[in-house]
C-alpha cells in the first residue's frame, strides 16, 4: 500500500474565511474502500480522521481533513456498467438534455470523470461528439478502445486547453457524481468555464446534502467525498468562476440528489426560479447554522444505540449474524456504529470485493451465495439505501427461516409472517 499524505485545511477551500466550526466527528477510518487482499491482511491499515466542518461564512460543508486524492483513485475499481440499470438511466438523462437544451448533431460533449464512457455512449447515439476525461488509467484506456475517446488525467486547466485544441469548445459538458470528490473545486470549476462554449452548458449530479441529512445518511461521509453541497454554495462555486446558475432540481438517486445546470455569465438563457426557491428552502431547513447539525449528532447516536441493543440481545441468544454491503458507506457505517463484532463475514453482489477483507477489521467479503449455504439468522442490510431491491433480489433468505435487519433510518426486522 503507498504512503498517504493527510491535510488539514483550516480555511474555508471555497471562500478562503478561518471562521470553520467542526459539526459531526466520526470515528478515525481507513481509506473506506481499500478492501485488501488475503496476503495483505495481517498489515494493520492506518486510519485517518474524518469530520465534517462548516464555513460560517459561506455555508460549504467539507471535510477538513483530506487523504491526498491521487492516492484514493489509486484502486479505483468502479466501472458504471457494472451497475444493472444505468444505461438506460443514462439513455434517458442524454435524451432529457439534448431535447430540453436544443443541441444540433455535432454538438460536442466532455464527460468528466467518464469512468467506462457508458454515459458518453447515450449522446454519441443521439449523434453528438464526445470526449471524455477519466483519472483510472484501465478504465480509460478500455472506454477509448472501444469507440469513446478518453483522456487519461485528471480534469484541469491544460486538459481544458487541450480538449479546445484538438475537439473545440464543448456545447455540453457533465459531471456525474464526482464533482463532490475534487479537492481543488474552484480551479475545476474555473476550467469549465474555459472549456464551455457560448451557448453550452454544465450540467452537475452529484448528492443533495439537506435531502440525504433527513434520512439520517450520515454513511455517505468517507474521506473520498470532499464536499456536502447545497444549491446555495453552488451557487457561489460557479459565480467565482465565470459561470451562472440557471436551473437546479432534486432527483432521487443516493438517497438525495440535486441536478443543477449552469451557463458561462450573462449567457443566453434566463435563470429558472427553481435556483432561488431551493435557496429559499435551504435556509428555512437552517442548514447554515451549527445547531442543526448538533441535533443530527443526536439522531445518528439514537439510531445506533437503538441497534446495538438489539445485535446485544441476539447475540445473548446465539443468533448468527452477516452483514450485506462492502463499499464506502458500508465501511463509515461499520466504524461508527461500532459493529465490527457483530458480524461474522460480509456479502456482497460485487465481485470485486469477493475474496477481499474489509477496510481496518478485515471482515472477509463472500459471494451471496453463502448466505444461502451457510444460513446464518440475521442479514444486516449495511446498503440500507438500497435495502429495497436487496430484500427483492433475496427473498429466498426469508424462506429459509432468515430475517433482515434495516438499520436505518428507522431501525426494522422484516421476517417471512
Ligand atoms: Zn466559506
Redesign the pocket.
Given at each position: 500500500m503507498e504512503k498517504q499524505i493527510l491535510r488539514h485545511d483550516k480555511q474555508?477551500r471555497?471562500?478562503?474565511?478561518s471562521s470553520i466550526t467542526t459539526v459531526l466527528k466520526l470515528k478515525d477510518t481507513p481509506l473506506e474502500d481499500q478492501f485488501v487482499r488475503q496476503s495483505q491482511k495481517n498489515i494493520p491499515q492506518p486510519v485517518y480522521p474524518l469530520e465534517l466542518a462548516i464555513?460560517e461564512?459561506?455555508?460549504?460543508v467539507h471535510l477538513p481533513y483530506i487523504v491526498s486524492p491521487e492516492v484514493s483513485y489509486t484502486d479505483y475499481v468502479y466501472v458504471s456498467s457494472v451497475t444493472v440499470g444505468l444505461r438506460n438511466h443514462f439513455d434517458v438523462y442524454a435524451e432529457e438534455i439534448v431535447s430540453a437544451y436544443a443541441f444540433p448533431n455535432n454538438s460536442l460533449i466532455v464527460d468528466l470523470g467518464s469512468n467506462d464512457g457508458s454515459m458518453l455512449a447515450s449522446f454519441k447515439r443521439l449523434g453528438l461528439r464526445v470526449v471524455g476525461v477519466e483519472p483510472a488509467k484501465a478504465i480509460a484506456t478500455q472506454a477509448t478502445a472501444s469507440g469513446l475517446p478518453t483522456i487519461n488525467d485528471f480534469f484541469t486547466n491544460e486538459v481544458a486547453s487541450q480538449i479546445v485544441q484538438d475537439f473545440g469548445q464543448a456545447n455540453v459538458i457533465t459531471a456525474n457524481y464526482m464533482y463532490a470528490n475534487i479537492d481543488d473545486v474552484l480551479g475545476f470549476t474555473k476550467a469549465v468555464s474555459k472549456l464551455l462554449a457560448a451557448n453550452g452548458i454544465f450540467v452537475v449530479q452529484t448528492g443533495y446534502h439537506p435531502e440525504q441529512m433527513k434520512i439520517k445518511m450520515f454513511d455517505y461521509i468517507y474521506h473520498e467525498h470532499f464536499s456536502y453541497f447545497t444549491v446555495e454554495v453552488l451557487k457561489n462555486i460557479f459565480s467565482s468562476n465565470g459561470l451562472e446558475l440557471i436551473h437546479a432540481a432534486k432527483t432521487s438517486p443516493k438517497g438525495g440528489s440535486v441536478r443543477i445546470v449552469g451557463q458561462l455569465k450573462n449567457g443566453p438563457r434566463p435563470i429558472d426560479s427553481s435556483v432561488d426557491e431551493l435557496i429559499h428552502e435551504e435556509h428555512t431547513n437552517n442548514m447554515r447554522s451549527v445547531m442543526t447539525y448538533l441535533s443530527y449528532a443526536n439522531e445518528i447516536n439514537k439510531a445506533k444505540k437503538e441497534l446495538i441493543d438489539l445485535l446485544q440481545t441476539l447475540k445473548a441468544s446465539g443468533k448468527r449474524i452477516v452483514g450485506f454491503g462492502a463499499s464506502h458507506s458500508t465501511t463509515t457505517l461499520i466504524y461508527n456504529f461500532e459493529l465490527e463484532a457483530f458480524m461474522e463475514y460480509l456479502v456482497d453482489d460485487n465481485k470485486l470485493k469477493q475474496g477481499k477483507y474489509s477496510p481496518g477489521y478485515h471482515l472477509p467479503v463472500y459471494s451471496i451465495e453463502k448466505l444461502y449455504e451457510d444460513k446464518p439468522d440475521y442479514l444486516l442490510i449495511l446498503a440500507w439505501q438500497h435495502g429495497g431491491s436487496i430484500m427483492q433480489r433475496h427473498k429466498a433468505f426469508l424462506s429459509l427461516g432468515g430475517k433482515f435487519l434495516i438499520p436505518l433510518p428507522n431501525l426494522k426486522v422484516i421476517n417471512d409472517d
Open positions: 474555508c471555497i471562500c478562503g474565511s464555513c461564512d459561506c455555508g460549504y
